[in-house]
């Protein structure tokens, strides 16, 4: 049964059986599991594409912010599959930026990279189950099909109901789609506005394995915060939607979803949101300016309005000085504020 949106309470699966694993994937979900009764444990999960810009870096703070006023742990993971957008010595800079900051994880540092089997074990269990089907569709008919208004498309089903052909044709593979079943995918939300999305007409079949052969991003994350027993997903409301197609991969494997709290954005003078592609300002202008972490922890944590305008404090000293109640109220009144079109 889908926890019913807004409420507190984790979203548990059991409407849909799982399908057969592997007695290993058992047992990396059961772990999951474990961990998750534990106690809190969030992440942040960047990948290394370039420098971070400081949207990115106030989302690192905001995440280690929720989950050590739970007592929780906090993971850092790098999302380093795709592998041609990586660039070198992007992943030790985001180390070094978020070291520099003082947020520090617990625990070794966690690569996708190095989870392909995991993600891979998952993938053949649920082709076996029956649940995938390869399609064909080039990127130009998918783009024709695309929503007025700049709204996401959603993909129409064209190859679900034709004889699989999973091999190569003129030299191209076929993308791996999860059939999904029709009805509401809902998920606890904190911040925005209630997490539930038809899976038909909002959602549409979920690509797994991409036509070049590259894991999805919604599967390796949909898979990562079960099998770590994740709690709290902090991350930037520009990934609001994204929450659908990994909570019909969660709810195909069964377990316990995260609770989101999907933040607003950070936008520069004009409006826009900030990008690594167009190199918004991240940390290195600020330290050769002479600015210090504690100035540079000040800036982030006013831009939402958690301490006045020219504040300086260590990200300790924010964490002594707030609570999870008066983070979670600020933090959804500005996502109230800023939901809208441009960004969910």
């Keep these: 049964m889908i926890q019913p949106p807004g409420r507190p309470e984790a979203a548990l699966f059991h409407a849909v059986s ?23 444990r969030g992440r942040y999960a960047p990948s290394p594409t370039g420098p971070l810009h400081l949207g990115n870096l106030r989302t690192a703070l905001l995440s280690w912010l929720v989950t ?25 800079r985001i180390l070094a930026d978020l070291a520099w900051l003082g947020l520090a994880w617990d625990g070794p540092l966690i690569r996708q990279s190095e989870r392909r089997g995991l993600y891979a074990g998952v993938l053949s269990s649920l082709r076996r189950a029956g649940d995938l089907y390869p399609c064909r569709c080039s990127r130009r008919l998918l783009a ?26 003129q030299g191209r593979l076929p993308s791996w789609r999860l059939a999904l079943e029709p009805g509401t995918l809902g998920w606890t939300e904190r911040l925005a506005r209630p997490g539930v999305l038809d899976a038909s007409r909002e959602v549409g079949d979920v690509v797994l394995r991409r036509a070049d052969g590259f894991l999805a991003y919604h599967l390796a994350t949909a898979v990562d915060e079960l099998t770590l027993g994740i709690t709290d997903v902090v991350r930037g409301l520009d990934l609001w939607a994204a929450t659908g197609p990994q909570m019909a991969v969660m709810r195909r494997l069964g377990g316990t979803a995260p609770q989101f709290w999907h933040v607003p954005l950070w936008r520069d003078g004009t409006g826009q949101r900030l990008s690594k592609r167009e190199g918004s300002g991240g940390l290195a202008p600020l330290r050769q300016a002479g600015r210090t972490p504690a100035e540079v922890v000040g800036l982030l944590a006013a831009s939402v309005e958690l301490v006045p305008e020219g504040s300086c404090l260590s990200a300790l000293e924010l964490l002594q000085e707030t609570d999870l109640d008066s983070l979670r109220g600020q933090l959804a009144r500005l996502a109230q504020q800023r939901s809208d079109a441009a960004e969910i």
Excluded: K, M
Aim: charged share 25%; glycine share 14%; with cysteine.
């Design 68 to 92: 050590r006023l739970q007592g929780g742990e906090w993971l850092l993971r790098i999302d380093d599959l795709d592998t041609p957008r990586n660039r070198p010595g992007a992943e030790e």
């Design 18 to 40: 799982p399908p057969v694993l592997s007695e290993g994937l058992r047992q990396q979900l059961a772990l999951g599991e474990q961990r998750r009764r534990q106690g809190p």
């Design 144 to 169: 024709d099909i695309s929503a007025p208004h700049g709204a996401a498309p959603v993909y129409p089903g064209f190859c679900r109901g034709l004889a699989p052909r999973w091999g190569p044709e």
